[in-house]
């Protein structure tokens, strides 16, 4: 920066945090904050940069290191953690099932406002914060069986949300699909705890068995362009797997709990790879039917659609949600608690590098990509990031690891995208023949039922049915989002896999 004679400042270094955390890399955006300091004069962090890491923090599931800096946010830099910092350690915290500093956490905060200190007032105060705090901590605590608290903070939630209904109703789109997401999770909580309660609050001996569920939990890496996990020796793939766990999915406290212990959690891995680092499904799987057709959404975001999908077709398939972020796949994660969904598991990395490195080939049955991400937003065909997944490459590998006759559905609300998309797979080939042919009976679940072709491949115009992997039809987050008006059309491809 010096160099091309830019003084570095705060906004320069919050923007070079961004970018490392967007990326995934923690460890980067940490030694930026480290390198602050360091310069003459040194340029000192505010909540804005310092929220920025934490939220990174989350995107991976460092829970060490948001805590850590949590704590020095007061300790090192004499600032007051805000609104922002509280929610995103909290989620962290709660992730980790960490409940006893969770515990502490918000009673320091209820201290302080009890105190009438401004800043603690304003972070309980806040209809959001209010109920994201509370439902995290009830979510930790219903992870962990203990009921009573979850019980408590459950309805500390639910009083929060009560309080501000006039609130939500007003604001911005963002806001409003935010509480309306908050409510969702807040029922289906509920309904978790009354399953396993019959609707008493009393306390159970009975917990839920997270040892079972983790074991079809593979987190491989956040890391966008990894050289993490995705890149371990195959020999040291379980114990990298088991690591990961142990510090992002609550692993410690279950260990610390006597519910697992670490050789056994990487134990399971193990027994679940082959020796080329590829999952053995039938012995993944072996509780809801190793020999039931593998079905995979890519691209999974929160988990609500391909958990709904397992729930539906619980003794008719196996269902593997892949998704980059790690929040993300946590959530999937209590989704697959909460619904004790033995027929689901989730990837958490890169998926273009889990398919090709770690799902056998000619395994499963249907792949689904809903509303995948675009390469640019702007427009301008120039504009391409290198990032983009749905490339011909990408299309290539899900070939490989389809069955016979195996299908591809994508489904989207960007028109031109899904042109583009379709165009890319009627050019696929393999020695002069063709990769994937046109699904030409596909059922609609709504839509006006026409059609358009690209290279030979049908765009269709509605929802995909059964036929094209999607057994239930199911209100995603984008749907909410959008449902006041734009972005209701609607556009899918569906492909089946041609034996070349």
Known sequence: MRSAGV???????????????????????LKLIDAMSKEDPPVVPDLRSL????????????????????????????????????KYCVKLLAQGLRFQDLKCLLKELRK??????????????????????????????????????????????????????GEAEGGE??????????????KRLESFLRANQGGSEE???????????????????????????????????????????L??????????????????????????????????????FKESGGD????MEICSGNGDWVAAQADSESSKANWVALELRHDRVYSIYSRMVYGSLSNLAVLGGDASSIVERNVKKETVSQVCINFPEPPHWSGNESAESKLHLLTPAFFLALWKILKSKGRLTIFSDNYLYCQSLAASLGQLSKGGKSLY???????????????????????????????SGHAVNVTSYFDRFWERGQHTERYFIAVIKVDN
């Not at 439902?135 to 929060?160: F, I, T």
């Open 247 to 284: 510090s992002t999915m609550g692993g410690v406290e279950l260990v610390r709990r006597d519910q697992t212990t670490k050789e056994e959690i990487e134990s399971q891995y193990d027994r679940n790879l082959t020796e080329k680092g590829k999952i053995k499904w039938k012995k993944l």
């Open 51 to 86: 929220n920025t890491f934490i939220r990174g923090c989350i995107r991976v599931g460092d829970i060490e290191a948001a805590h850590s800096l949590f704590i020095q946010i007061k300790q090192k830099w004499g600032l007051e953690p805000d609104a922002t910092s509280y």
């Open 173 to 186: 789109l963002f806001n409003q699909t935010r509480l309306k997401e908050l409510g969702i999770e807040m």
């Open 292 to 295: 039931l057709p593998l079905k």
């Open 112 to 165: 302080a406002a009890g105190k009438g200190e401004e800043a603690s007032v304003a972070v309980l105060s806040g209809l959001e914060n209010g109920i994201a705090l509370h439902l995290d901590v009830a979510s930790a605590a219903a992870m962990l069986g203990k009921w009573p608290a979850a019980w408590s903070n459950l309805e500390r939630a639910k009083e929060a949300m009560s309080k501000g209904n």
């Open 7 to 29: 003084t570095p400042n705060v906004v320069i270094y919050t923007t070079l945090l961004k970018g490392h955390c967007a990326a995934g890399d923690t460890p980067a955006a």
């Open 437 to 467: 042919k046109s699904n030409d009976k596909a059922s609609i679940t709504s839509g006006d039922g026409g059609h358009e072709l690209h290279n030979g491949v049908r765009l269709y115009y509605g929802i995909p049915g059964p036929d």
């Open 203 to 245: 306390s159970s001996v009975v917990s839920p068995d997270l040892p079972s569920y983790l074991s079809r939990c593979f987190v491989f890496s956040s890391l966008l362009s990894s050289e993490d996990v995705n890149e371990t020796p195959v020999n040291e793939l379980a114990g990298a797997l088991s690591r990961k766990t």
